[in-house]
């Protein structure tokens, strides 16, 4: 399975070189702190480049990779919507959050969403402790995904035992993001967006080219099955269809587009960028440059599927070796003219994996340090002691995210899709009827939360033990947390007048610059 | 048939993407212009 030889050692290069960088960043950047502000948001000076490609890097998960071809090979053109949900994600968190998130991030202070939840709905400190720790718990979900997908690269490529590679991993990225917060992360994933976005498009064309053109892979693909051609699966169909009717796939846009925008470690973002006319071309060079990415990246799966039956695969695959878990590596171990291309396809695998990793850590880093520690804990707090409160966390997210990885529970795919789920039941509601629904209250958006996430897991439970669903189980659970925050808004008191002009809260997606409480005050 | 595809899945893939692509088109040109702080 793994790669060997003179391979190993080209490829083993080429790493020695990219963690060399990232290091490098890590240092760079550390200098550059100064308060917790610079650390979590890096002073939130983002440019348009920086800010656009950490939105798509912090997206761009070890599934994108490792998961999307897997997808594409197992069930063809039917899966291609994921290609447009997860791009769509970018634009949709710009455009409904990113506006009006950045604007009252600037003028009020705040540093993360849970900031934004105290602010709109003036409650400091039930709505605070459950979105924090919410924020934490489903980010430890999706990390334990992370450390995996990049355990499963750095395993084909050396491999090493399953904690070595985790170990080394761990390490890197640890230092970085302890070091460098936020603008660490953000200019490393400058860089893995480069690497991605360039070495996808110089590596896809072979694994295309050898599996016989994209007319020879849609032909293979219809013997194999008619239906893997089609743009979905037969409605009602056998359970290995059911992913992908037009019902589920209903259900998987929601998920992904809103709930991938809202989750924490995506959603922070928007805090950073410098201005807010940034916003204007972001969403669509975001949905361009990850459109492209994920096409690419599914397109090699099919091909993958494609090679396998044309009999390309042989000497690649290991005896009764799952061919979709590694679609992508076998098919550059068997499409790639040169080892360096191999070694390549492996920083850049990495280098997906491992931009969304660092945010993640920092999502829960800051969200302890300063929604939890600073806000809720030790409102004195220095900002030294803030910063060192979220290297620690920081710390502490990737020791405990690790162990889990050491032995990644049996279902961890299910675990990712749960933990999706859970943010869009969590977060969701709360934030779009903040920022769009004046009627909108404290008690509406802790119980719509609240309920998101118990009948997230319970119908999660249900579909996972029980029986399968007709579409994914967040969809369920998401139309309880708006029925949970429309009737119990509605019988509560509404916020304040100055709170709901303070945070632009409206059916509008621009926010004017005066609030009108704001000019009156003044006035006053 | 283009490129060994049924006309429905390009024309359900394609059309989506042209739709998107439409949608985030207006939202940049429509999006006001203001002077930044």
């Known amino acids: ?524 | 048939m283009i490129l060994g595809l049924p006309d429905i899945t390009v024309f359900a893939v394609g059309g989506a993407i042209l739709l998107c692509i439409i949608l985030l088109l207006i939202w940049g040109f429509t999006f006001p212009e203001e002077k930044e702080e």
């Open chain 1, 1 to 524: 399975m793994a790669l060997a030889g003179e391979s190993t050692l080209i490829t083993l290069v080429l790493i020695a070189v990219y963690f060399v960088v990232l290091l490098g960043i890590g240092v760079w950047a550390s200098k550059k702190i100064k308060s917790s502000e610079d650390y979590m948001l890096a002073g939130r000076s983002l440019g348009f480049w920086l800010f656009t490609l950490l939105i798509v890097c912090s997206i761009c998960s070890g599934m994108t990779l490792v998961g999307t071809s897997g997808f594409g090979f197992a069930s063809g053109w039917p899966g291609i919507w994921e290609q447009i949900f997860v791009p769509l994600s970018a634009a949709f968190c710009i455009i409904f959050f990113g506006s009006k998130l950045n604007k009252i991030g600037r003028k009020n202070g705040c540093m993360t969403v849970v900031d934004y939840f105290s602010l709109r709905y003036e409650n400091t400190r039930e709505l605070r402790a459950l979105s924090a720790l919410a924020s934490i718990a489903v980010s430890l979900v999706y990390l334990v995904g992370q450390y995996t997908a990049i355990s499963i690269v750095l395993i084909w490529v050396f491999g090493l035992e399953h904690w070595q590679a985790l170990l080394i991993a761990g390490v890197i990225i640890t230092a970085y993001t302890v070091i460098g917060g936020l603008y660490a992360v953000s200019w490393t994933g400058l860089v893995q967006g480069l690497i991605l976005i360039f070495g996808v498009i110089l590596v896809a064309p072979f694994i295309l080219t050898y599996a016989g053109g994209l007319e020879h892979i849609n032909t293979v693909l219809a013997t194999i099955d008619p239906n893997l051609v089609m743009p979905w699966f037969p409605s009602g169909s056998t359970a290995a269809y059911a992913y992908c009717t037009p019902e589920y796939l209903f259900s998987f846009g929601v998920l992904l587009i809103v709930g991938l925008a809202c989750a924490p470690h995506v959603l922070s973002n928007v805090f950073a960028a410098r201005k807010t006319s940034y916003f204007k071309w972001a969403p669509i060079v975001a949905f361009l440059i990850y459109l492209v990415i994920m096409l690419l990246v599914k397109l090699c799966g099919m091909a993958v599927r494609s090679m396998q039956a044309d009999g390309l695969l042989a000497g690649v695959v290991p005896e009764g070796g799952k061919v979709a878990d590694f679609a992508l590596m076998y098919g550059i171990q068997a499409a790639s003219p040169s080892i360096l291309i191999t070694g390549l396809f492996a920083v850049i695998v990495l280098s997906a994996v491992m931009s969304t990793t660092d945010r993640l850590m920092l999502t829960v880093g800051t969200t302890f340090s300063w929604d939890i520690f600073k806000t809720m804990l030790r409102p004195k707090a220095s900002e030294r002691q803030v910063v060192l409160v979220s290297q620690i966390c920081v710390l502490l997210a990737a020791v405990i995210s690790l162990i889990l990885a050491i032995n990644p529970p049996e279902m961890l795919a299910f675990l990712i899709w749960l933990g999706i789920g859970l943010m869009l039941s969590a977060f969701a509601v709360p934030m779009i009827a903040g920022l769009y629904w004046r009627r909108a209250t404290a008690a509406g958006a802790i119980s719509s939360m609240l309920i998101g996430l118990i009948t997230c897991l319970a119908f999660g439970a249900y579909y996972n033990f029980v029986e399968k669903l007709p579409m994914h189980f967040s969809i369920y659970s998401l139309a309880c947390s708006i029925a949970a925050m429309v009737i119990v808004s509605l019988i509560t008191k509404k916020n304040s007048e100055k709170a709901l002009d303070l945070t632009y809260t409206g059916m509008y997606l621009h926010p004017k610059d005066k609030p009108n409480s704001l000019t009156e005050e003044s006035k006053e």
